[in-house]
């Protein structure tokens, strides 16, 4: 059965900041926010001036963390206390995906997603990534209902470091190179399909906009091509994310990368980045041994790191440890059109120590 899971509603537009009263009123007059101190900066004043001009009354938390169960729990409780109607989540991934989270488990709570950072397709997605305290990846949650609307601002975008639409670009394009493979010995399914060319749209749009979108970032300018960027990293990548039948179909970059989330010496690495090393060894195993040319050529680009960062210890025999870690369902394993094996995880590790 094929589904697709979606927030009911996007908006993006060039300082909408100013104007998300107006969106909220809608849904609600009574809500908690709930940010990080660094993207409640990014959006004030407009945005509380714009809560305040649609009388929206609010309460506001801050996460300063990771997006733990116990930050989880502690939104959740919150939001019940307050007897907020909404939840407005303003931020990146971890922010995002705590207010999914805890907007999964109240069935009559409202939740709106507004977007600072274009790194990830948090805003979007149909799972929330959950964290150990040290930033080490415990599960990918699936959501039991969506956010009714998400929010994007271009302005706050083209304000933020370039380095975020960089990892939200390689995390994007990597649902292509993840999702293709198991295309090839599952020609006729039509969700693997749909998650293909979906994923194969934003490829394209990086390989012709890319490089100007990124130019804009640098400039802190809103141009089209930023803006088109931006969409491809959070709607065309949630998207492709979203559709969804019963046979699953994870991305094995991903699963590497949650291994990476485990190593302290990768802490500083945004997801997009450990992402992006992390497509760099599948296509080395995919590839036996030589990546793919297009990829490597991408990986570059968009500055991505193709080696590991110093290692406490023995370095051999901690990549040994991770290649051994690396956890992937073997029936997913068995869609694919390449083997996967501590083994061959070990040597594609080592094969980015020296080569690229």
């Not at 660094?38 to 009354?57: F, G, H, K, Y």
């Not at 929330?128 to 930033?135: D, T």
């Not at 209902?145 to 929010?151: F, G, I, N, S, Y």
Request: hydrophobic letters at 45%; a negative charge; proline letters at 5%.
């Amino acid at each position: 059965m094929l589904a697709i899971k979606s927030p009911r509603a996007y908006a993006h537009e060039s300082g909408l900041r100013a104007r998300a009263g107006e969106f909220i009123k809608p849904y609600a007059s009574h809500i908690r926010i709930f940010t990080s101190p660094r993207a409640w900066q990014a959006v004030n004043p407009e945005l509380t001036q714009s809560l305040e001009a649609n009388a929206i009354r609010w309460e506001i938390e801050y996460l300063t963390g990771e997006c733990t169960d116990a930050a989880i729990e502690t939104l959740k409780k919150n939001v019940e206390q307050q007897g907020a109607e909404l939840l407005f989540a303003v931020g990146g991934g971890r922010v995002l995906d705590a207010a999914k989270a805890v907007g999964s488990q109240l069935p009559d709570l409202k939740v709106i997603n507004f977007a600072t950072v274009a790194a990830t397709c948090a805003a979007w997605s149909p799972v929330a990534i959950v964290y150990n305290e040290q930033g080490g990846h415990v599960r990918s949650q699936p959501l039991g209902k969506m956010p009714d609307l998400v929010l994007v601002d271009s302005e706050i975008i083209a304000r933020s470091d370039v380095r975020y639409l960089k990892a939200g670009i390689v995390d994007a394009l990597a649902k292509y190179y993840e999702f293709y493979p198991y295309q090839r010995n599952n020609p006729n399914d039509l969700a693997l399909d749909l998650k293909v060319m979906t994923a194969k749209r934003a490829l394209d749009l990086y390989r012709d906009l890319g490089a100007a979108a990124v130019a804009a970032n640098e400039q802190q300018i809103v141009t089209p091509e930023l803006v088109k960027i931006i969409d491809a990293n959070i709607v065309l990548a949630g998207l492709a994310n979203s559709v969804r039948d019963v046979l699953p179909t994870p991305g094995f970059a991903h699963a590497i990368h949650n291994r990476l989330t485990h190593q302290p010496e990768l802490h500083k690495w945004l997801h997009g980045e450990k992402v992006g090393y992390s497509l760099l060894v599948q296509s080395l195993i995919e590839h036996n041994g030589v990546p793919d040319a297009d990829l490597l050529a991408l990986l570059r680009e968009y500055d991505m790191p193709l080696t590991l960062a110093p290692l406490t210890g023995d370095r051999a025999a901690t990549i040994r440890t991770i290649a051994e870690q690396i956890k992937f369902p073997a029936a997913s394993a068995e869609r694919l059109a390449f083997r996967i094996s501590a083994d061959a995880l070990e040597q594609a590790l080592l094969a980015t120590e020296n080569t690229f």
